[in-house]
């Protein structure tokens, strides 16, 4: 993949990754919706196990959109993103608008989700953020191959990311809240 300005970093497409799981988000939204939480807690309201739990809440731990805290044998989870992972509180914040405020269902948020989880869907954000381009041109300013640029598009194009417009390619306007925060972060904004 060719550099087209701005560094790529996985951190987005990860981030998107761990969130795309339907019993993740679930999680998140409990711990939006009330915290503090326990591991235990969580597990039984999402009738999984504790194990299962901890996993899925490291997970997201990781990613800065939730911080823990040890008393005693119990681990308590709250909705308070890691100040030193660049962008979690943004992204938290679409995801409380999402989840708790407008209660999307999640099937819609998983599909927002997908959008942005491989870097080469990143990489074609940002080298659409600057104007509509033909395909041709995308795949030269990318570096990424016909076949593979075709699959991306089309994932990019039934999640409302892009569209095609005049024999080009063009960002959509944005969407829900957490399609523009998603669109702006892709874009290194």
């Not at 326990?38 to 990781?62: F, N």
């Not at 927002?112 to 491989?118: D, E, I, N, W, Y």
Request: charged share 20%; glycine share 6%; hydrophobic share 40%.
């Amino acid at each position: 993949m060719k550099n087209i300005g701005l560094p790529l970093s996985p951190t987005l497409w990860r981030s998107c990754r761990v969130l795309a799981n339907e019993q993740r988000l679930k999680m998140l939204r409990a711990l939006l919706t009330q915290s503090p939480q326990t591991v235990s807690d969580i597990a039984a309201a999402m009738a999984v196990s504790v194990a299962v739990s901890s996993d899925y809440l490291r997970l997201l731990q990781s990613r800065g959109l939730i911080r823990s805290e040890r008393i005693g044998r119990q681990v308590l989870y709250t909705d308070a993103p890691d100040p030193a992972v660049p962008d979690a509180a943004t992204l938290l914040d679409a995801l409380r608008t999402t989840l708790t405020v407008r209660k999307e269902p999640l099937p819609g948020v998983l599909q927002t989700l997908t959008a942005f989880t491989h870097p080469r869907r990143i990489l074609i954000v940002r080298a659409l953020d600057r104007q509509p381009v033909q395909t041709s041109v995308l795949g030269r300013t990318t570096g990424i191959s016909s076949q593979a640029l075709s699959r991306h598009l089309s994932k990019l194009e039934r999640r409302g990311v892009i569209e095609h417009e005049r024999g080009r390619v063009c960002l959509c306007g944005g969407g829900s809240p957490l399609m523009r925060c998603l669109l702006r972060l892709a874009r290194g904004r």
